[in-house]
Structures are given as structure tokens and as C-alpha cells.
């Protein structure tokens, strides 16, 4: 059986590829959706990767996971340091939830070295580009099903 994973992905993650390529690489979003869905084919995940600017709707996703028992790899962007309704969303899991970042947000400016996630979520990986999300995918392959 196949395991569904949530990707979710929070304000500007679209830009990938466009938006500031020293720190986020060069990527596209659209290069971040196929190397998850490629490696999570590869784990033995249904892997769906969604983003959004929006801050209910990625609470809304996250209900959504915490409803289906849904692991979650968790990018939520500049919600990260001050998001209490995403935090409260991510701490209804019933699911592992990974906290990523493409960036390693102690090397950044000093409001980034907050995540109001982080204290919720099943660990937290960053500065690793791209290679984050790969982390996050491999840690959730060796969680039991249940």
C-alpha cells in the first residue's frame, strides 16, 4: 500500500528558481515538485506537493492532514516566525510533520531565527537547498506506518 505524504509549501515558494537565487538556489518550483514526487515514488509515497501565499489555506491543508492521518514535509515559509494559527494547525497533527527550510535560517537575518513550528513538529531540517525536502522524505520513510 501506498503512503500519502503532504508537501506544503507557504508564501513565495513558487518563486523558486526567480527569487533570490544565492539563498534559494536555482531550482524552480516546478524542479522542487518533480524531485519529491520522484524520490517519494522511489520511498514508496504518493507524494503531493501544493503552495500557497495564503495563510488559511495552508491551515485548511493542514486540518486536511491531521484529519487523514497525513504524514506532512512542511516548508511554511515567512510563516514560520510569527504564524500561531498555522502553529496551532501544525500541532493538531496525528502524523509525523518535518519542518523544512532551504536555507539555514540562523545564518539570516535574526527575525528568522524564530519558528513558532518548530516546538510542534516531529523535527526540522534546513540549509540544505533543495536537498531539504530529501531529508525530510527519507527521515519520514524510516517512521512506521502506523
Not at 17 to 24: H, N, T
Not at 45 to 62: A, K, P, Q, S, Y
Not at 99 to 111: A, D, G, K, L
Amino acid at each position: 500500500m501506498t503512503r500519502r505524504v503532504l508537501v506544503l509549501n507557504g508564501p513565495n515558494l513558487g518563486r523558486l528558481g526567480s527569487r533570490e537565487p544565492e539563498v534559494y538556489g536555482s531550482t524552480s518550483y516546478a524542479g522542487l515538485v518533480e524531485a519529491c514526487t520522484t524520490l517519494g515514488e522511489e520511498l514508496g509515497f504518493e507524494v503531493e506537493v501544493r503552495e500557497t501565499n495564503d495563510e488559511g489555506t495552508l491551515i485548511g491543508w493542514l486540518h486536511e492532514a491531521a484529519d487523514g492521518r497525513i504524514p506532512v514535509v512542511l516548508n511554511p515559509g515567512a510563516f514560520t516566525h510569527y504564524s500561531y494559527g498555522m502553529r496551532d494547525a501544525a500541532a493538531q497533527r496525528t502524523a509525523p510533520l518535518i519542518e523544512v527550510h532551504i536555507s539555514n535560517p540562523y545564518t539570516r537575518e535574526e527575525f528568522r531565527h524564530t519558528s513558532v513550528v518548530a516546538a510542534v513538529a516531529s523535527g526540522t531540517v534546513a540549509g540544505f537547498g533543495i536537498g531539504s525536502y530529501r531529508l525530510a522524505l527519507r527521515a519520514l520513510a524510516e517512521e512506521p506506518a502506523g
